[in-house]
């Protein structure tokens, strides 16, 4: 299942990313639940939603300022469908395993492509899940069946939490957290990006401001699919200073334009997905 690290990735986990945030540990005014000290203080009095503040794609960021300022609405496309679409597809699949059907059946979609694509990650999400499960269970014979099912699947999904303390929106959903382990996950239909991981910044940003317990690992998880072929892929990678100052950064840049109102104009070079493209162009 694309939350379970396999043996490659947990010997990376235990043996290389743990020991190394050990030694070079995250600085404290850089933890979350400093949020009401500078440097991660709020500059302006605005809240943002996550996918903004991370998203890369706009190179003046004028989405930005469509989104909030302007309120445009963008036209949904078929990746932002098919992204809807799987990330939806694995939080259900998650929740069925964890009421223990494991045969149930995934949600339909009218378009083909996107229906084959959630047929096949429903299926390994619920296969791994199983496969975790059983495990357990006879490792664990005189375990409960919530807690068999607690610690084999240890995945909080479409959690949800209130990130105004980090001048984001009111309500934010984390992909999955791994209470087990302490890691987030961030689910990508694409291929595997480095800026992708303020995105999985931002979420272990908002769990330190609110449970005040450290989040130090994130997990990008890549999800792609070539007809009935779905590769999955990881970016295991330490939640440090670098990135957390970068979010910082891009909170605040985003913040400016919409607390000034002003719209920074059109990019030379859109995005070809951009979903603002009938508007701008
Ligand atoms: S069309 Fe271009 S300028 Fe407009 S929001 Fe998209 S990337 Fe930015």
Request: with cysteine; glycine share 4%; charged share 25%.
């Amino acid at each position: 299942m694309v939350y379970f690290l396999n043996e490659i990735e947990h010997k990376y986990l235990t043996l290389n990313l743990r020991p190394r945030i050990r030694q070079n540990p995250v600085p404290e005014e850089l933890r979350g639940w400093n949020w009401h000290t500078p440097p991660l203080k709020p500059y302006y009095d605005v809240k943002l939603p996550m996918y903004l503040i991370c998203s890369q794609y706009c190179p003046s960021m004028r989405d930005v300022y469509l989104t909030m300022v302007e309120r445009v609405r963008g036209e949904e496309n078929f990746s932002i469908s098919l992204g809807k679409a799987i990330h939806n597809a694995i939080s259900q699949a998650i929740k069925e395993a964890k009421k223990g059907s494991f045969n149930s059946t995934p949600p339909a979609h009218e378009n083909d492509a996107i229906n084959s694509a959630v047929r096949q990650v429903w299926d390994y999400t619920l296969a791994l899940c199983r496969s975790a499960y059983l495990k357990m269970r006879s490792e664990q014979i005189y375990a409960s069946d919530d807690d068999v099912v607690l610690t084999s699947i240890p995945f909080l999904v479409e959690h949800r939490m209130d990130g105004s303390l980090l001048g984001c929106s009111g309500i934010i959903a984390v992909d999955c957290y791994d209470y087990m382990r302490n890691i987030v996950f961030d689910v990508k239909v694409g291929d595997l990006n480095p800026k992708m991981r303020l995105y999985t910044t931002g979420y272990a940003l908002i769990l330190e401001s609110i449970y005040e317990i450290p989040v130090d690992v994130g997990c990008i998880v890549s999800v792609t699919f070539n007809g009935n072929k779905m590769s999955v892929t990881k970016d295991l990678h330490y939640i440090d200073a670098n990135l957390r100052s970068w979010w910082v950064e891009e909170r605040d840049k985003k913040a400016e334009i919409v607390f000034n109102e002003t719209d920074p104009g059109k990019a030379d070079n859109c995005s070809r997905t951009c979903i603002f493209r009938s508007y701008c162009l």
